[in-house]
Structure formats: C-alpha cells, structure tokens
RNA sequence: GCCGGCGUAGCUCAGUGGCAGAGCAGCUGUUUUGUAAACAGCAGGUCACGAGUUCAACCCUCGUUGCCGGCUCCA
C-alpha cells in the first residue's frame, strides 16, 4: 500500500540552477527517472529549456567524456550517455573497475580533447549505415535495432513513424545521437566540469541485463557555477542527517542490531514521541479514530490479500509454529480490514469508519537500498484505511486533504506538488480494469473537485490502487514524498469486507489508504535536514539548558528554575558541570538547544535568567515566569 | 540483491609486513568563571569479525558483517 514510507530520496535537482533556495542534489543525481525521461541523446520529454546551452554543454561534455574513456580503453563497449538535471553521465562496459585515478586521467583527456576545439558534426544515416559504422558496439547496435523499428531509445513502443538515426562526431569519436550539441568542443568550459563518482547500472535500467559502469559528473556553464554547486553539496553534507542524528545523539545503528534497525536515545525518542503526537492528536481532531493491530500476522492472511504474491521477497523470513505460519507485519492494510470484518456487521450508516494507527512495520529491504533513517527495516507508519462508500471518496478524500495540508504547513513543508500515480502497462497490477477505472475516476475528480492540480505519472501505482503522492520541497529545495492518498476497490472485496446497505443488501467499500508523514523515521530524517538539526521549540528534545556561571554558588537557583520549568511539562536541563560558562555556551549552541539561560549572582537575585538564543541572540534578563509564559507560547504555536 | 569504495579509541582522522598515534569527548585534580573551548594529569584500541599466506599481518588473500555512492526495488 504506502510507498513513501521507504521511498529514497527524491530531491528535485531541476531547480538547482534556479534561484534562491540552494539547490542541492545530494542523491539526486541520476535519479530523477533519468532512463525514463532522458533517452540517449534525445532531448527528454516535457522540459522546455531542453535545447539551452547548458543542456548542450552537458550533453556535449559526456561525448567528449566517451572519446576520453576510449582512448583508455579501445575495446570500451558505450551504453548512453545523456545529461541531467546537475550533469550527465555515460554508460560503459569496460575491462576493468574504474579506480578515481582513472577519473583523473579521464578528465585531463577530456581538457585536452575540449581544447582541441573539435567541431560536433551531425549526419544523418540509414540503419545499415548505422550499424557498420557501431559494428563493434553491442549497446548500440541493440538501440540501432529499436530505433529501426520505431521505437523510441528505451525500447518503447513503436510510434508508427520512421525514426531517423542521426550521429554526431567531435575529433575521432562518432556517436549515436539527435543532439543537440555545442558547435565545437571549446564551448564546453574546461574548468566547469568535475568527475564525480563511478556508479553500477544496469543496461536499460533492468536489474536482468548486463550491469555497466557509470560515471557520473557535473557540468556549468562557468567555473563559478561549479563551485556554487559544489558549495551546495557541502551544506547539503552538513545537513545530512546520519551526520547530524550521531552529533546531536538522536539515533544509532548497530551492527549487533542489524542493518536498518536504528535506535533512538532519549532524545530521539522525544522528537519521535512529539512528531507521533502531533499527528495523533491532529487526526482526532479531524475524526480519525486510532486502533492498534500488533507486530504479528498469519501469512494466511497476505495469501488473500495478494501481498504475498506481490512481496513475499521483502518480508521478514516466516516463523514457523506447527501449522501456523506467522511474519512480521509489513504494511497494515489486511490487519484493518481484519479488524473491520470481526467488529461485527457494518451498517452503511457508520461509514465512513476511519482506522488510523501508528504501527511500526517489518520490511525486509535489499541491504544495498538501505540508508540512514530515509531506508529502514523497522519503520512506523501514520497509518489510515477509511473504509466509505463510493459516494463517500470525494469528501474522504477532501478530509485527508485538509489534514495533510495543515500537518505540512506545521512543519513548514507547505510548498508541494501533487503526483496521480497511475497503473503502467505492465507489471504486478491487479487486473481488472473495471475497478481501476472507477478508481482513477473517484481520483481524478476528488482531486479535481478539491482544486488540486497534478501531474499524472503511469507505472507508479500500487499494486491495488492509483494513488496521489504529495512531493514537499524542503528548506534546500529538495523534494520527498511524504503524504499519499490512495483510492483501493480491489482489496476489500478479496477480503470479503461488507457492509449492509440502505438497500438492504451487502456491499463492498471502498478502501481509502492514507499517510500523512509518510514514516516516524523518514519523516524525522527530513525534519533533521529541514531544520538543519535546530529543531523549532515544540519538537526539541532539549528546549532549553540552563547555565549556572558558577556551580557553586548558582546551582541552588538553576535547579529550581528548571524544577518549575519541569514541573510545566517543558524539557529543561542543568549544566552542572566545571566547565566556564563560555564552554557550557558552547556546548549548548553545537547542540542546537533553542534557549540558554544563563544565571548568575544577578540573576538569582532578581528571580530572572539571562536569555540567549541558539542564533546568537542575547535577550538579556527576563524575568523566570515571563519567559516561561513566552516559552510556553511559542511551543503552543508550534512555530 | 548487483557494481564500486570503505571500516584504526565514544567522535574526527594520522599510520607502517616488525612496540598502535593525535585532537576532541571521558575521568581525576586545580581554577568558580558574565554570552561559542580554563590549565594539568590519567585512562581509553582483539586496528569490524573469522579463516588463510608469512618467521612476523592493522597492512597481503578469501569469507562474513556493517557503512558509503549508485543501479534495481520501494505494499
């Protein structure tokens, strides 16, 4: 059901070059769907500025890095090599690994090949052409063979119109390409480019076929660029939040745990506890009822759910009680529709019934896919089933809207997109296209109805269902999919869900999967990020330290300022330690603690403290009670 | 799972086929301090784990485990 609980990181790098926020294209590169949108040296689909220079450059840039890797290794076999939203890369089956000393060589060959000024000459030939001047290049043989038949460079299907094969040649290395490209090569600048890694990928994206390797680099229009966008990588290191979760002890993993089973400490448990409240509190209010459904699940059950058949591979192995098969529960969906059905008839006039519940899942996810806390294999969801009526979806939906709306706008991600994740063709969708298409209408209209505007995506529905995936852009600009609301009509009824309707007779509901932050510990990841480790006020585990100038003389009054403060609910501590009161600063401000109240002689005297905020701020002596009032304030308005 | 890289003290990192190193953190002592690091001393490591090669392995080889960058996957 839910994806986004474990989906990767999807920063949105198209607007790296953009504007104000920095842009930041930690994971991204690559990633945007690159195999999908951006076929070899074909301008991708649906981007405007496609034929801007520095689309040019970069495509140009990864011939000229194709004719470097040749010139190292003549019996080099060449995939693709597009450009993308930071860069480009290029595909290579080669005799060997590249090493980074292989990258430095490569990008010398590429400086000199760039001041060669070589021209990008464009010819256009017939598939028999094409194939003696690529007879030793497999790769390219096979996309020669695709476009023959029509078919666009992915192997898609064929268009019904003849496709003409260009290629393009700069010094001595001809490519199979439509462009376009820079006049010559001193157009690329020689010092706006950088090697960045060498990455496995499959041939076409299929995990089946031959796995070649990947050179990713970056590519601007100057050198200032560059550096710009390697600035930005460094804030986004910053930032990250396995650096930032061990620094401010949040969470650990460990290898006598395992991989993807993170621990959080007491003030990782804080932040959680806070977050998890917040939503839960926040569904009350919106009518959400909470329920609670365990770890465990007869296999049984995912047989007739048709889990099993889609993901029986990324479940935890089964346990095994003498008929009796068990697994960790993996997503929620078959336990709520358990619990509907053993709850007794239903009566049309309870529905909607709205099942939400904090559960924490067990997902057996390929080791190499796991990464800090955006890809575990413990996770919580912010789960929900609504079970309604057909006639229901719409107001359904709107309701998930609203709360989807205010809990990101709480957490200042109010600037997001809507993505209709739709069925592909192919793949592990249920088949029975009479409830698809009720279901992607219900969609469509609801969000319609609710004024949302989207962009549909095909392929990327779950297996049961077409879904709206809500992208929140981030404080750098990044994008990660968080909320989701999907419109099932298919696993109700594999279930036997019913409910007795004014007409007397059974029906099935339709089931209404729905998340809001996606996962505790995704969800947590980002807040990290977002607020770079300096959480807002509310969510701090810490609030505030206090700061005794002298732990001798000034101990007695802090410890009572934070007894009233504790007594209040508000996470106060002391720094008793021997350290001078800069050092305790200090440690307070690395920290990312939002208040540091400093007492002194003066202080003590006046029932105040000396207020000093995590940016620097000295607010100078207030009075304890005022700034408990002012804490408790701002920690009420979330802000 | 696949390709590549990596794992030295709690953290950040040096290091060599022949005795294991620094800074910070920790502990102890002195200092009792006014808005981002007082001073000194001490302690801290089966060099991820297991096997192999070698007179000798943190270093070379293999396996395991975990992490990182990608690919694939993501209910």
């Known amino acids: 059901m839910r994806g986004m609980t474990t989906s990767p990181v999807n920063p949105d790098t198209s607007r790296v070059d953009s504007d104000t926020s920095p842009g930041f294209c930690k994971n991204a590169r ?15 689909k649906g981007m405007s500025a496609v034929h801007d220079q520095l689309y040019k450059i970069r495509h140009s840039a990864a011939h000229v890095m194709a004719q470097a890797v040749r010139e190292i290794f003549p019996a080099a076999s060449i995939a693709i090599g597009p450009p993308i939203d930071d860069g480009f890369y290029y595909d290579f089956d080669l005799p060997r690994a590249l090493t980074p000393d292989d990258l430095a060589d490569i990008e010398s060959r590429m400086r000199r090949i760039i001041n060669g000024k070589h021209a990008f000459v464009y010819r256009e030939v017939t598939a028999a052409e094409a ?17 023959a038949a029509g078919q666009d460079e992915n192997g898609g299907a064929a268009n019904g119109s003849a496709v003409v094969i260009s290629t393009y040649k700069q010094d001595t290395f001809e490519d199979l390409c439509r462009g376009p490209h820079v006049a010559n090569t001193k157009e690329i600048p020689a010092d706006g480019f950088k090697l960045m890694s060498v990455a496995g990928a499959y041939w076409r994206g299929d995990e089946k076929r031959p796995q070649l390797q990947r050179i990713y680099a970056t590519a601007w229009e100057s050198k200032a660029a560059l550096e710009h966008y390697l600035f930005q990588l460094e804030e986004a290191k910053r930032r990250d939040h396995r650096k930032l979760g061990r620094e401010l002890g949040l969470f650990y993993f460990s290898e006598d745990v395992g991989a993807g089973l993170p621990l959080f400490t007491p003030k990782g448990e804080m932040i959680r506890y806070q977050m998890e409240s917040y939503v839960r509190e926040a569904q009350t209010r919106h009518g959400y009822q909470h329920v609670w459904t365990g770890h465990l699940v007869k296999e049984t059950l995912y047989h007739k759910s048709g889990h099993y058949d889609n993901y029986r591979d990324s479940m935890f192995p089964p346990m095994v009680d003498g008929d009796s098969i068990f697994r960790l529960k993996p997503m929620n969906c078959p336990s709520h529709m358990t619990l509907f059905k053993e709850m007794g008839r239903h009566s049309y006039r309870e529905l909607p019934m709205r099942f939400a519940e904090f559960a924490t899942l067990y997902r057996y996810e390929d080791s190499g896919a796991l990464s800090g806390l955006t890809r575990v294999r413990s996770l919580t969801q912010d789960d929900c089933h609504v079970f309604c009526t057909p006639d229901q979806i719409q107001e359904e939906f709107s309701r998930c809207l609203k709360l989807i709306k205010e809990v990101l706008t709480t957490y200042t991600l109010s600037d997001y997109r809507v993505r209709l994740s739709l069925r592909g063709n192919e793949g592990k969708f249920v088949n029975d296209d009479d409830k698809w298409e009720r279901a992607t209408a219900a969609l469509k209209s609801a969000l319609d109805a609710n004024g949302v505007s989207y962009e549909a995506v095909e392929g990327e529905a779950a297996f049961y269902g077409p879904k709206a995936d809500f992208l929140a852009k981030d404080v750098l600009g990044r994008e990660w999919q968080l909320s989701t609301i999907q419109i099932d009509f298919i696993q109700p009824a594999r279930l036997g869900v019913e409910y007795v309707g004014e007409d007397s007779q059974m029906h099935t509901p339709v089931l209404i999967h729905r998340a809001v ?32 100038i002298s732990d001798e003389k000034h101990s007695e009054f802090a410890l009572a300022v934070q007894a009233k403060m504790a007594a209040l609910g508000m996470r106060v501590e002391v720094n008793m330690g021997r350290d001078r009161m800069q050092a305790k600063i200090r440690d307070a401000q690395m920290q990312k603690v939002p208040y540091m109240l400093i007492v002194g002689d003066r202080e003590a005297a006046a029932g105040a403290i000396a207020v000093r905020t995590r ?5 100078g002596a207030i009075a304890v009670d005022d700034f408990i009032a002012r804490a408790q304030a701002e920690i009420a308005a979330k802000s």
Do not use: N
């Open 30 to 44: 690559g990633r945007i769907d690159t195999d999908k949108q951006v076929s070899v040296c074909e301008e991708p």
């Open 517 to 548: 932050t996606g996962s505790t510990e995704r969800f947590m990841a980002v807040m990290i990020e977002h607020f770079a480790g300096a959480f807002p006020l509310w969510l701090a585990p810490i609030q505030a330290v206090i700061i005794p």
């Open 131 to 147: 194939r003696v001047i690529f007879a030793d290049q497999a790769y390219k043989l096979e996309l020669i063979d695709g476009l």
């Open 615 to 619: 940016t620097g701020e000295d607010l």
